[in-house]
């Protein structure tokens, strides 16, 4: 039910573009994420937030909500209209990451980003309105000062403070109908669903009451009787915690964490490549209907947030490898990461900033990537070329698995995409069958099919779907992907 993201035309992957402004989203929208094939973007937090000083406006203040007032460092309510708006007419779907679990952290009084006050001593937020009754104390949060310490206790872990934020009481009819309130609103602006913030610190059936109280998305944008699509943080590495990832499945889809620590163990050949043939839920992965996918995220790309070590635009080689593989691949619904640059020690700092601390607009360089400071992998050639193949293989499954060596793969999506890759020692020199009809494919991992004629390396198909394939093991980017939407 709330497991379709309800991408338009054939599109199959989104990408995270954080602490992006509205107005640029909005152009994104219209000038490259509708042109390249993107189904969506999750926004940051669109309602006011505590303004944190000490640091200095770091990221994470966005995920201590003051209000629900739609005002925030991405711009105010009609921005982002405005924006919503533009990407649904450019066939790009918005969903917003929805934080709920909780208000500001405990202790402190002060403004949000939308000029409401906030009293969290006395726990009131006058701009909601929430006050005392509306969070869990005593009664509900058994832990010694409040907070979460015991992963291991699924109470504690629902009904006491994670890292101290103040802990809404979603039990409360009240609490829930301001929830859906501010859900509503962003349906009727034309949002197409939510990222569930913390969703593992909230019960599974809190959020489906929730839930229950939402409108159908918009008709005119979606058709009739669409529901939101909804995707649930629950941090999962399948160990002994109590709280799973499969018990969200009856909320929409789960994001699935073992999938990029899974990814770089293989693409920073800790474990053999091969290993892939069964990849997704023959690795003890949730269903692929039930899941959102990453190679990293805005927590674990800086250390936030446990899940394991991962695999980031820090390191471009392995990452536009596991980012192809994931875009590649049948399993799962594919989300990808567009962070900014940050200096490495320093895990709050925020995004690319003016004197005034209002974030930077996103430039472009000739080659379509990012300046001031963006580091925009979505607009990576590797990565946006792997959309379009996503998009072209569409629900074909995975034929012609093929690996030479522990480090070497190649595999097709039916008749319409193939794609080999080799972190090995030497070179992949192989006549394999791509599946493809024949002809003269552009690879575009090395470069773009454009008038007809490609920047790259072409590769020829037999008439019999073979060809030679050839991947060096010191190329910068060793792996070749072909696709019948790229065929000269
Ligand atoms: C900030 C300060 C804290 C301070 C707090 C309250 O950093 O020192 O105590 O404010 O004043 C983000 C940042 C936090 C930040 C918070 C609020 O990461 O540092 O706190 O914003 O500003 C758990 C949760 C998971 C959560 C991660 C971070 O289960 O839901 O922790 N991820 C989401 C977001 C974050 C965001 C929040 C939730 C809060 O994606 O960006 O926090 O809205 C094991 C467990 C995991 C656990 C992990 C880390 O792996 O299995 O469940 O994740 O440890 O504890
Ligand atoms: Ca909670």
């Not at 969290?120 to 310490?149: K, M, Q, R, T």
């Not at 009787?225 to 009856?250: C, H, L, N, T, W």
């Not at 607009?361 to 607009?379: I, L």
Request: with cysteine.
């Amino acid at each position: 039910q709330y497991s379709d993201p309800h991408c338009a035309g054939g599109r199959s992957a989104i990408t995270h573009l954080f602490e992006w402004k509205w107005s640029d989203i909005a152009q994104e929208c219209e000038r490259f994420l509708g042109p390249y094939g993107y189904c969506g973007v999750q926004i940051s937090p669109p309602n006011e937030n505590r303004v944190v000083t000490n640091p200095n406006r770091p990221w994470w203040e966005r995920y201590q909500p003051v209000s629900y007032k739609l005002v925030t460092r991405s711009g105010n309510e009609g921005q982002l209209k405005d924006m919503i708006q533009r990407c649904n007419k450019a066939g790009v779907r918005i969903y917003a990451d929805a934080v709920i679990n909780h208000m500001t952290g405990a202790g402190g009084t002060g403004y949000g980003t939308g000029g409401s006050s906030y009293d969290a001593n006395s726990l009131n937020f006058p701009g909601v309105p929430y006050g005392g009754n509306d969070f869990n104390g005593g009664n509900e949060c058994h832990s010694s000062d409040g907070s979460i310490h015991n992963y291991n206790n699924a109470e504690e872990v629902r009904n006491c403070r994670l890292v101290g934020l103040t802990d809404l009481k979603l039990a409360s009819d009240y609490v829930r109908g301001k929830i859906a309130g501010y859900f509503n609103h962003l349906i009727d602006l034309g949002i197409a669903g939510f990222r569930v913030d913390a969703a593992k610190h909230m019960w599974p059936g809190d959020i489906a009451a929730v839930l229950s109280k939402t409108k159908n998305l918009r008709s005119d944008v979606f058709g009739g009787g669409k529901r939101a699509f909804v995707f649930q943080e629950v941090i999962d590495m399948g160990g002994s915690e109590p709280v799973k990832g499969g018990q969200y499945v009856g909320d929409g889809r789960v994001t699935n964490f073992i999938f990029g620590a899974k990814l770089a163990e293989i693409f920073r050949k800790k474990n053999a490549m091969k290993y892939l043939k069964n990849w997704g839920e023959g690795w003890g992965m949730m269903r692929s209907d039930d899941v959102v996918n990453f190679i990293d995220n805005h927590d674990n790309q800086r250390g936030h947030g446990g899940a394991g070590a991962v695999i980031t635009h820090w390191e471009p080689r392995p990452y536009k490898l596991a980012t192809a593989f994931m875009l590649a691949h049948p399993y799962g619904f594919p989300r990808i990461m567009s962070s900014y640059e940050y200096n490495r020690a320093d895990n709050t700092e925020g995004p690319p900033h003016n004197g005034d601390m209002s974030i930077k607009d996103v430039s472009f360089k000739s080659d379509m990537s990012c300046g001031n400071g963006w580091s925009c992998e979505h607009r990576w050639r590797q990565i946006y070329n792997m959309v379009a193949f996503r998009n072209k293989a569409g629900g074909d499954g995975l034929s012609n698995w093929w690996s030479g060596s522990d480090y070497q793969i190649a595999f097709s999506r039916g008749n319409k995409a193939f794609i080999a890759m080799n972190l090995d020692g030497f070179d992949i020199n192989a006549n394999l069958n791509t599946g493809l009809p024949g002809g003269t494919y552009c690879d575009v991992i090395s470069g773009n099919l454009e008038n007809g004629r490609c920047t790259g390396k072409t590769i020829q198909v037999g008439g019999d779907g073979k060809a030679h394939i050839n991947v060096g093991h010191s190329w910068e980017d060793p792996m070749i992907a072909i696709h019948i939407g790229a065929r000269q």
